[in-house]
């Protein structure tokens, strides 16, 4: 089992930017595919980027593709989530999540074991 920690979340206009990073404990970070995900109030939680053990692969929910990154640091034990271009409708909290590495894309949240707190982000018009 992996801990993760999110930060980064704040208040930003619409436009602007963030980037929230999720670190990790207890277990090497280079042993885990990592996730985004979000969830909006009255909404359910929704995927939003992965990215594989090494980060050579990456895919995104066609909502965010072209304004989200995701990246890691496998040294630091810390995953990133670069969002630019950031719009009313990005309002949620977002989740990192893991799972032990596998060849596999996975956007479900049954696809991944353990999960952070989550971090508040709300983009103002």
């Known amino acids: 089992q992996v801990q993760l920690v999110e930060s980064g979340g704040g208040l930003v206009h619409a436009g602007g930017s963030l980037r929230l990073s999720c670190a990790a404990s207890?277990?090497?970070?280079?042993?885990?595919?990592m996730g985004w995900f979000r969830q909006a109030p009255g909404k359910e939680r929704e995927f939003v980027a992965h990215?594989?053990?090494?980060?050579?692969?990456?895919y995104y929910a066609d909502s965010v593709k072209g304004r989200f990154t995701i990246s890691r640091d496998n040294a630091k034990n810390t995953v990133y989530l670069q969002m630019n271009s950031l719009k009313p409708e990005d309002t949620a909290v977002y989740y990192c999540?893991?799972?032990?590495?596998?060849?596999?894309?996975?956007?479900?949240?049954?696809?991944?074991?353990?999960w952070g707190q989550g971090t508040q982000v709300t983009v103002s018009s």
């Open positions: 999540a893991a799972r032990p590495r596998a060849r596999v894309v996975f956007t479900t949240i049954s696809g991944y074991d353990d």
């Open positions: 207890g277990r090497t970070l280079s042993s885990y595919t």
């Open positions: 990215i594989n053990w090494s980060g050579s692969i990456t």
